[in-house]
């Protein structure tokens, strides 16, 4: 199979080719680009590889393409990068690698155009397009890669446990690769997996959170997570989330399979939301209810106090997992916190209170916490489904009407700590916090207005109150 129409149409491909034919350099182009334009799928990042100096052929293409086009050096790795307009160029010398049972990291050597082939993840990764005069777009698949694309299969070049055993990643980028791609891993290949899950421990927890946020952003993530659940890869490094799994049943009682549950959620978010973090907070909203189960003869298995211990878990398990301990924490740790709170408003008779409440509490996070909400609707019985929608529906739009009226979305009390020890001359205390915080709660409560006016009168009645005077 010749791609030299489709290599014609974008010109970097001809520059390189003649770089590497001036350097005297057997020049392909490899992996994912080959892959995904076999697919028809579009990928700016093309990865070139000759049989030599990967970096004396970057400089060669970097001389071509001009002086304002730079090349970045990783002698380290042996490799170079190139950024041109849209697209991002690496190149590196075909090589072998031999690796060591307690690492990851290979033993680099150079080699021959089917030792670079071989050493890939997978077959479908394992195909080269030449770039060499004399053959310019013949494709070369040894491990007949088109066939796996053919037929949605993942599988590796060599035997599977040799693979994952010298790279433990690969694992991941099989499940990751399956999800993104919607195909299945070849049995062998899985079994393997389940075989080598335990190896994932001598891999990085950076590298292991970048391929399952992959997994996360797929259109139907809950396809991932089973096969990382079925393949026991999951155990290794989110204990929690395999706790959810199972159901225990007394009495003729039963709670649902929280894991699943979770992954429906996480399904239902998906449709809607394209945020990582949302997904991340669909994935942790149940997380504590194994901790908080607890049989009643009465009423069943409850999960009293579920969102509040496992708004107390999100840091935790985003510090082991090296996900941001910034601004996104907290957001995923807020929804985790209030996912029940807007259930509570569903009747007819909620105060307008308790409206402002959540408001104010969920701040520029109520359109995310209302769409995890609707979300976590994941009953079989279509009427009930209903039921719950139209009672969000109601929700949603009490809170507009109360928010057009009183504005306490991410409201800051009208006066401020400054304001109150200027005006009766009090340094930073207690008095100071209290008089805040009431004018606050009053606000809330609906007693006052959400302005200045009505604000300072009450901060004058609390200070008589306290027994304070203007200064």
């Known amino acids: 199979m010749n791609f030299k129409e489709k290599l014609d149409q974008n010109s970097i491909f001809k520059i390189v080719g ?53 090349v970045s050096i990783f002698k380290n790795f042996g490799t170079a990068m190139i950024n041109w307009g849209d697209y991002e160029l690496e190149f590196v010398g075909a090589r072998k690698e031999s690796y060591r049972s ?40 040894p491990f007949n890669g088109q066939k796996d694309l053919k037929r949605k299969n993942i599988q ?48 990085s927890a950076e590298r292991i959170i970048t391929e399952l946020n992959k997994i996360i952003e797929t259109p139907t993530p809950s396809y991932g997570f089973k096969l990382l659940f079925a393949g026991k890869l999951i155990h290794e490094f989110f204990p929690e989330m395999v ?18 549950h979770t992954l429906q959620v996480l399904d239902n978010v998906a449709k809607v939301s394209d945020d990582l973090w949302l997904r991340w907070a669909a994935i942790l909203h149940d997380i504590a209810k194994p901790a908080t189960k607890r049989f009643n003869p009465k009423v069943g298995w409850t999960f009293h106090g579920h969102e509040d211990k496992g708004a107390r878990m999100v840091p935790g398990i985003f510090k082991r997992l ?11 740790q807020k929804l985790v916190r209030l996912h029940l709170r807007p ?4 009747k007819d008779e909620v105060t307008d209170s308790a409206l402002r ?58 006066i401020s700590g400054e304001e109150i020890m200027s005006t009766f ?36 009645d609390i200070a008589k109150r306290m027994g304070i005077s203007d200064k």
Do not use: W
Not at 26 to 49: A, H, S
Not at 191 to 203: C, E, M, S
């Open 322 to 332: 090296k996900l941001p301990m910034d601004d996104r924490m907290k957001f995923v």
């Open 18 to 70: 003649e770089a590497g034919q001036r350097l005297g350099l057997p020049t392909y182009v490899v992996g994912g680009y080959v892959r995904d334009l076999l697919l028809e799928r579009e990928n700016k990042d093309i990865d070139f590889t000759c049989v030599g100096s990967g970096i004396a052929l970057a400089k060669e293409v970097s001389k071509a393409l001009g002086k304002d086009v730079p």
């Open 243 to 260: 706790e959810l799994q199972g159901v225990d049943t007394v009495d003729d009682k039963s709670h649902k399979d929280n894991f699943y």
């Open 343 to 346: 259930i509570a408003l569903v």
């Open 357 to 414: 409440r959540l408001l104010f509490d969920a701040g520029d996070a109520i359109d995310e916490l209302m769409m995890l909400c609707r979300a976590d609707i994941t009953s079989k019985n279509d009427k009930k489904v209903k039921r719950y929608l139209e009672n969000f529906d109601k929700v949603e739009r009490k809170l507009q009407e109360v928010e057009e009226k009183d504005q306490v979305r991410n409201f800051q009390p009208p």
């Open 102 to 141: 307690e690492s990851r990291k290979p033993i680099v050597e150079d080699g021959t155009l089917m030792e670079d082939l071989e050493r890939r993840d997978f077959t479908i990764n394992a195909m080269a397009i030449s770039l060499n005069q004399e053959d310019f777009g013949e494709l070369l698949d």
């Open 425 to 460: 001359d009090l340094k930073p205390s207690k008095i100071v916090g209290d008089i805040k915080e009431e004018i606050k709660e009053a606000i809330l409560e609906g007693k006052i207005k959400n302005n200045p006016e009505e604000a300072r009168g009450l901060m004058h």
């Open 156 to 203: 590796t070049p060599l035997e599977p446990n040799v693979t994952f055993s010298d790279d433990p990643l690969r694992m991941m980028r099989a499940v990751r690769f399956a999800a993104q791609l919607n195909f299945d891993i070849e049995a062998d290949t899985f079994f393997a997996i389940q075989d080598n899950a335990a190896r994932l421990k001598i891999v």
